[in-house]
C-alpha cells in the first residue's frame, strides 16, 4: 500500500481518496495498484456496497504522473494503471465519485464508468491526450461519444479544452454541481443513501443500466426474469411488509 491513497469504510460504503497534495493527486503506479486492490477486494467483500472516490487538499487528480511516464513506460496490458481500470470497469458496487479542482485525462475518463458524479462549482475538467502525442484510454473513445454524441466527443478529444462543472453537468458527465467545499459531503449522502436500499434491487438495476446491448423486447424479458425473481425474495417481502404496517398505521 502508499500513503498516497487513503482507505476507509463507513458502514456499507468503502471511501478512496487520493492523497498526494503536493502534485495535485497525479497517479502513480503504486496509487494504481493499490486502487486496483481495493476494489477488487471489495468485489470480495458483502458488506460494501458502494464505493466512493475523491481527491483531497482540492483537487481530485491531475491524471497520470509524466514523470514517472517517461522514466518507466507502462507496458501494453499489464500496466498497474490497466489493472486498475479493469478492476473499475468489471466492479459490481455502485461507484461515486466527489470531483473537486482538476480532473484532468484519468480523472475525467475514470468518471465515465461511475455511476453518480458530484463535482464542485470550481472543478476543472479536461482530456489532454492528443495535445500529449497520446490517445484516449479507459474505454473513453467509446463511452464519451456514447454518453455525448460523436460531435461533442470530437471536440473534447481532439481540441482539448478545459471545460467547467456546468459544462460537465450538461454533457451528462456530472450528476451535480454544488458549492465549494460541498462536492464531498453530498456525494457522501448520496452513496450512504444507495447503500441503505435493497442491495439485490441495486446491484441488478445497475446490471441491466449498464447493459448496453440487445433490443426493447429482449430488455423487457430480461427485466421481467429480474423482477419476478425479486418479487419472491426475502428483500422485497421486508419491504412490503413495512411498507404496509406504515400504511396501515
Same mark, same amino acid.
Request: with cysteine.
Given at each position: 500500500m502508499t500513503p498516497d491513497i487513503q482507505i476507509t469504510q463507513t458502514g456499507n460504503v468503502l471511501e478512496i481518496y487520493l492523497n498526494r497534495p503536493q502534485k495535485k493527486n497525479a497517479l502513480t503506479r503504486a496509487m494504481y495498484e493499490a486502487m486496483a486492490t481495493a476494489l477488487r477486494d471489495a468485489e470480495n467483500n458483502p458488506e460494501i456496497r458502494v464505493i466512493l472516490l475523491a481527491g483531497t487538499n482540492g483537487a481530485f487528480t491531475a491524471g497520470n504522473d509524466l514523470g514517472e511516464f517517461l522514466n518507466s513506460p507502462p507496458r501494453e496490458g499489464d500496466s498497474s494503471g490497466m489493472q486498475f481500470l479493469r478492476a473499475l470497469a468489471q466492479s459490481t458496487r455502485v461507484l461515486v465519485a466527489a470531483v473537486d479542482g482538476v480532473a484532468i485525462g484519468i480523472g475525467t475518463t475514470l468518471l465515465l464508468h461511475c455511476d453518480l458524479v458530484v463535482a464542485g462549482k470550481g472543478a476543472r475538467f479536461q482530456l489532454p491526450f492528443v495535445d500529449l502525442a497520446l490517445v484516449p484510454e479507459a474505454a473513453s473513445s467509446l463511452l464519451?461519444?456514447?454518453?455525448?454524441?460523436?460531435?461533442?466527443?470530437?471536440?473534447?478529444? &481532439? &481540441?482539448?479544452?478545459?471545460f467547467n462543472a456546468e459544462t460537465a453537468h450538461q454533457?451528462?458527465?456530472?450528476?451535480?454541481?454544488?458549492?465549494?467545499?460541498?462536492?464531498?459531503?453530498?456525494?457522501?449522502? &448520496?452513496?450512504?443513501?444507495?447503500?441503505?436500499?435493497?442491495?439485490?434491487?441495486?446491484a441488478l438495476t445497475r446490471r441491466l443500466l449498464r447493459d448496453p446491448g440487445g433490443s426493447v423486447m429482449d430488455r423487457i424479458t430480461a427485466e421481467g426474469v429480474h423482477f419476478a425473481a425479486q418479487l419472491q425474495s426475502d428483500e422485497a417481502k421486508e419491504v412490503f411488509h413495512r411498507f404496509l404496517a406504515r400504511a396501515k398505521s
Amino acid at each position: 500500500m502508499t500513503p498516497d491513497i487513503q482507505i476507509t469504510q463507513t458502514g456499507n460504503v468503502l471511501e478512496i481518496y487520493l492523497n498526494r497534495p503536493q502534485k495535485k493527486n497525479a497517479l502513480t503506479r503504486a496509487m494504481y495498484e493499490a486502487m486496483a486492490t481495493a476494489l477488487r477486494d471489495a468485489e470480495n467483500n458483502p458488506e460494501i456496497r458502494v464505493i466512493l472516490l475523491a481527491g483531497t487538499n482540492g483537487a481530485f487528480t491531475a491524471g497520470n504522473d509524466l514523470g514517472e511516464f517517461l522514466n518507466s513506460p507502462p507496458r501494453e496490458g499489464d500496466s498497474s494503471g490497466m489493472q486498475f481500470l479493469r478492476a473499475l470497469a468489471q466492479s459490481t458496487r455502485v461507484l461515486v465519485a466527489a470531483v473537486d479542482g482538476v480532473a484532468i485525462g484519468i480523472g475525467t475518463t475514470l468518471l465515465l464508468h461511475c455511476d453518480l458524479v458530484v463535482a464542485g462549482k470550481g472543478a476543472r475538467f479536461q482530456l489532454p491526450f492528443v495535445d500529449l502525442a497520446l490517445v484516449p484510454e479507459a474505454a473513453s473513445s467509446l463511452l464519451l461519444p456514447r454518453l455525448v454524441g460523436y460531435q461533442r466527443a470530437a471536440e473534447l478529444f &481532439l &481540441l482539448a479544452e478545459v471545460f467547467n462543472a456546468e459544462t460537465a453537468h450538461q454533457l451528462g458527465l456530472v450528476n451535480r454541481v454544488v458549492e465549494e467545499g460541498q462536492a464531498l459531503p453530498v456525494a457522501q449522502e &448520496l452513496a450512504h443513501r444507495v447503500a441503505s436500499k435493497p442491495a439485490a434491487a441495486v446491484a441488478l438495476t445497475r446490471r441491466l443500466l449498464r447493459d448496453p446491448g440487445g433490443s426493447v423486447m429482449d430488455r423487457i424479458t430480461a427485466e421481467g426474469v429480474h423482477f419476478a425473481a425479486q418479487l419472491q425474495s426475502d428483500e422485497a417481502k421486508e419491504v412490503f411488509h413495512r411498507f404496509l404496517a406504515r400504511a396501515k398505521s
